[in-house]
């Protein structure tokens, strides 16, 4: 068995904060606890208006606090993001994330992440990185 606290893992290299300055993201569950997917608690920040294309992973996001919005770029629709909405990227969607408050999201991807990965010029997490140790 596992068991994290949200609390501790803040306070450790499982914190990861966006080097652009759109978020922070505790990784709860990485790729070396063998469960298939990795688990994200991230924070974006107020203001935050960001492009992202996860090419390589399939992402769940259910929104726990805050407002924002995201829209799909290959149609341009934009969904309203509050307490309860959940958005699965199942086609690998182009998007843009917009922070109308400051935002608390539980994020699953799969395959799962290692735990240091930021996005790349593209807004994509590569595949491999340097493997983080678990806490």
Same mark, same amino acid.
């Given at each position: 068995?596992?068991?994290?606290?949200?609390?501790?893992?803040?306070?450790?290299?499982?914190?990861?904060?966006?080097?652009?300055?759109?978020?922070?993201?505790?990784?709860?569950?990485?790729? #070396? +606890?063998?469960?298939?997917?990795?688990?994200?608690?991230? &924070?974006? /920040?107020?203001?935050?208006?960001?492009?992202? !294309?996860?090419?390589?992973?399939?992402?769940?996001?259910?929104?726990?606090?805050?407002?924002?919005?995201?829209?799909?770029? #290959? +149609?341009?629709?934009?969904?309203?993001?509050?307490?309860? &909405?959940? /958005?699965?990227?199942?086609?690998?969607?182009? !998007?843009?994330?917009?922070?109308?408050?400051?935002?608390?999201?539980?994020?699953?991807?799969?395959?799962?992440?290692?735990?240091?990965?930021?996005?790349?010029?593209?807004?994509?997490?590569?595949?491999?990185?340097?493997?983080?140790?678990?806490?």
């Amino acid at each position: 068995m596992i068991v994290r606290t949200l609390a501790e893992a803040e306070k450790s290299s499982r914190r990861i904060v966006d080097p652009k300055g759109n978020w922070d993201s505790v990784r709860l569950l990485l790729k #070396d +606890d063998n469960m298939g997917f990795s688990f994200h608690i991230t &924070t974006i /920040y107020v203001g935050a208006d960001f492009q992202m !294309h996860y090419q390589n992973h399939f992402e769940s996001v259910y929104c726990l606090s805050g407002e924002g919005e995201v829209e799909t770029l #290959d +149609d341009g629709r934009k969904y309203p993001i509050k307490p309860g &909405t959940v /958005y699965i990227l199942d086609k690998h969607d182009r !998007h843009i994330l917009r922070a109308f408050s400051e935002m608390k999201m539980a994020c699953v991807f799969n395959p799962p992440v290692t735990g240091h990965e930021v996005h790349n010029a593209e807004g994509a997490y590569e595949l491999e990185t340097d493997k983080v140790s678990k806490a």
